[in-house]
């Protein structure tokens, strides 16, 4: 199974994991790296490599990060520089999280998991419109010719 890593700014880790964890259910292989104020870079970093040190990885490690180009993203991309089988997203939201988490044991490597991700994050962002009864009903008249 592909390890996962989630890190990002505050409790947006741990908070996302626990809220998967409330969704569907405890976790094999995921740990929650957060970033809080006044954690230097150094000690994530540090926080981050003894997440790898705990986790098999020879099947690949998923970084979820929060934000492009943040200190949680970029930690997460130097330590995979040199690691094929490790991957890093960055703009995580919860759908495409616990889908990821749901569909592991149906990848083997780590790039798969990603595509899956991905798709996943892209299908949990919808813009829900509610209807203006007021436009309705002047449209319902128009078109009934009252």
């Known amino acids: 199974?592909?390890?996962?890593?989630?890190?990002?700014?505050?409790?947006f880790a741990s908070g996302?994991?626990?809220?998967?964890?409330?969704?569907?259910?405890?976790?094999q292989q995921i740990i929650a790296v957060d970033f809080p104020?006044?954690?230097?870079?150094?000690?994530?970093?540090?926080a981050l490599q003894q997440a790898l040190d705990v986790l098999p990885v020879e099947l690949g490690v998923v970084f979820f990060t929060d934000l492009l180009g943040g200190s949680p993203f970029?930690?997460?991309?130097q330590l995979?520089?040199?690691?094929?089988?490790?991957?890093?997203?960055?703009g995580t939201?919860?759908?495409?999280?616990?889908e990821t988490v749901l569909d592991r044991d149906e990848v083997s490597t780590a790039s798969e998991l990603v595509r899956q991700a991905l798709a996943a994050g892209s299908r949990g962002i919808v813009h829900f419109v509610v209807a203006d009864e007021?436009?309705?009903?002047?449209?319902?008249?128009?078109?009934?010719?009252?």
Not at 2 to 11: F, K, L, N, Q, W
Not at 93 to 98: D, E, T
Not at 134 to 146: A, F, K, P, V
């Open 74 to 77: 970029r930690s997460a991309v």
């Open 37 to 46: 104020v006044g954690m230097s870079t150094q000690q994530l970093d540090q």
């Open 134 to 146: 007021t436009q309705n009903n002047e449209e319902n008249e128009e078109s009934e010719g009252i």
């Open 1 to 11: 199974m592909v390890s996962i890593i989630i890190t990002g700014h505050g409790r």
């Open 93 to 98: 939201n919860m759908q495409m999280l616990a």
């Open 16 to 27: 996302l994991y626990n809220a998967v964890e409330q969704v569907i259910g405890p976790q």
């Open 80 to 90: 995979s520089v040199h690691q094929p089988q490790f991957e890093v997203i960055t």
